[in-house]
């Protein structure tokens, strides 16, 4: 049996439970290093490790830096280990001075000034994007879903019928009014950027009537470019189907809670790490 | 002095236990949150309404709950009831949270402990005794997942759920997928039920083997669930006394004027507590402060489990026992709701959003959860989250004392101390993203 490692950094757990709804492994792989479901002190020799979760203290990153020397390759996993993710909106700086107030604190592991993704730190082999993965994504990154071939955008799964004469003139926000069952939300009014956010979830947002915020990061087409890249082909888009000023989608666009997202953006476009391929993305 | 430092596994999140012994003697146990979620910063100046999608992201264990509550806490700002056949599907979706909550603490956190393993998936690898049966690990799984996918039914997705809406839920459920996850659930009852069993068994053999159940002080008990039989979607707050008295009943705006939290300086989590006393939220107070659980299969295991520990019931591995009842009840109540005539009606209501304070209460698996908000032009001034895992922590640290204080004597320290940490804390189930949040 090949063997597997789950190293988990400062997150919400939300991939850890994603996993253990992807059973199909129990067969294939010891799951030999996992906190949330196995106690172990260290992380042992392994062919696959996956790192879920930032990197927000001095112990997550010495912790990172010690397991990656055990495993064969590594998979980044989620949103947070990816760019951050939500704590990345800890990177505000009003929200960053709240933080430094926990300095008072003993024997608890330090914050560090910035939350970041690990492969500032480490170098990774495959990207599982996604807040969090889908359990078939878990199984195609462990090569447990064979012959699955993810779409490429959110949007090609989504399924909802676009509507030339359904044309907004105002984006209606997040939650307000009924959703209509087919109809393409994009044509409803909704913010929704599947039509650049990479597919494999099975549009489990949009589906239900929620717009795509974008966790699984940038397409394959866009993800080797600038963020600029991402956010003009959103407004592209907007640009076609609706009669919504580009200042108001700008707007939007920068809204916090989009940040929450979309400061992937950042990473993406990030000098100071190495670049992410399409091939190692799944 | 001699400091023992314990991580900890096969809970949510990290945390690590520090004993300190003087001369001897057990001076004081810490439990340590050793990480921050810090969402009551990051949640400053974000729009009211996106709030849902955002606060489960405090947990991924935890995500309904907090989704729900994030919905109610908003309802109560605009003044907007949700119509009652969203309600019903809410209570589903708390119904799913609690299914695969209490069955991953009972099957993947704490019967590793039972069969002295360190994780379930060892019984997949290794031998292991014949009547536990292989698949035990499988089955574990299944009925887990039974949980998971009543959530995505009516949430959207099952680890951050997007379903729930101020005024109600911004789409009903499929008559098909419907009856395939009732189906699902009747099927997995009985397997559930063996499993329940074969977990009370194994654990009063420990218990046995042991000589305690662990620290039975009498306690407070605080839940949100009703008297005469649960309910996930309650209004109040209940707090029982030491006598097994319900003293105290509060709306969830009032949690202030009822219950002291303080921060501490050793760990990114801080303490509740009822009035300065000790109290405990979780399974046990639950089950110490209900008659009935209100399905037929879940109530022959309640009537046993209290002619064996009487009411109320303190020692605190039988947390653990209760989380078995309440699995039990949860997949028949889940199997009756989805078995009523199909029912169409509106789910959502119309609101006008508008600014001013609310708090949103739900019984969380792990207890009450408040989720309070100010907002001002339509954005979040301050966020507050009450969590369950916090009311729990001087319960925590109390039995820790009482467990360190059994094996640990002048002479020597017992190497079992390490396994019985695990075993405290995890009876407690808690949850660090969220006491940290």
Known sequence: MRRFAVLQLSGCAGCEVAL???????????????????????????????????????????????????????????????????????????????????????????????????????????????????????????????????????????????????????????????????????????????????????????????????????????????????????????????????????????SPQLALFLFQFADYAGVDRPARHKEQMI | MTTLTFPLSRIEGHAQVVVEVRAGEVAAAYFQATEIRGFEYLMQGVPAEQMPVLVPRICGVCSTAHHVAAVKALESAYGVTPPLRARRLRELLMLGQLIQNQATSLFLFTMPDRLGLASLFQLAADDVPEQVGANIARSALRVRKAGTDLISLVGGQFIHPIKAVVGGMSSGIGEERAAAVQDEIEQILPLACELVEYYIEVSLAMGERLGTLGDDTPAYYIAATGSSAPNFDGDLLRVMNVDGVECDCFPAAAFHNHLIYQDTDYSYAGQTSYQGQVMRANSLARINMTHTMGTPRADVYLKDFRSAFGCPAHAILLFDLARGIELVYALERAAAILAEPFDTTEVTASYTPRDGDGYGLVEAPRGPLVHHYRIEDGLIRAAEFIIPTVHNMLAIEQALRVAARRYVTPERVDLELERAVGRVVRAFDPCIACATH
């Open chain 1, 20 to 254: 253990l709804n992807a059973d199909e492994w129990v067969e294939q792989y010891q799951l030999v290093y996992m906190p949330l479901v196995v106690s172990a002190y260290d992380v042992p020799d392994v062919e696959v490790l996956m790192v879920s979760g930032g990197v927000q203290t001095d112990e997550d990153l010495y912790n990172l830096r010690r397991a990656v020397r055990c495993a064969g390759q590594v998979i980044a996993v989620g949103t947070c280990a990816i760019s951050g993710g939500v704590s990345n909106l800890g990177n505000r700086d009003e929200v960053r001075d709240v933080f430094l107030m926990q300095e008072n604190r003993r024997h608890v592991p330090r914050l560090l000034p910035k939350c970041r993704p690990i492969d500032m730190a480490v170098s990774v082999d495959v990207y599982l994007p996604g807040c969090p993965p889908t359990p078939r994504l878990f199984m195609s990154a462990l090569g447990t879903a064979p012959g699955y071939q993810p779409v490429r955008t959110v949007c090609q799964e989504c399924g909802r019928r676009k509507v030339k004469e359904m044309r907004p003139k105002h984006l209606l926000g997040f939650q307000y009014g009924e959703v209509l069952p087919d109809v393409c939300l994009i044509n409803q009014g909704y913010l929704c950027v599947g039509s650049s956010t990479r597919g494999g979830c099975g549009a489990l947002c949009t589906r239900p009537g929620h717009p795509c915020v974008g966790c699984r990061g940038p397409s394959d087409a866009l993800i080797e470019k600038e963020s600029d890249a991402w956010f003009s082909s959103i407004r592209r888009v907007f640009e076609s189907m609706t009669d919504v000023s580009g200042e108001e989608i700008d707007q939007a666009l920068r």
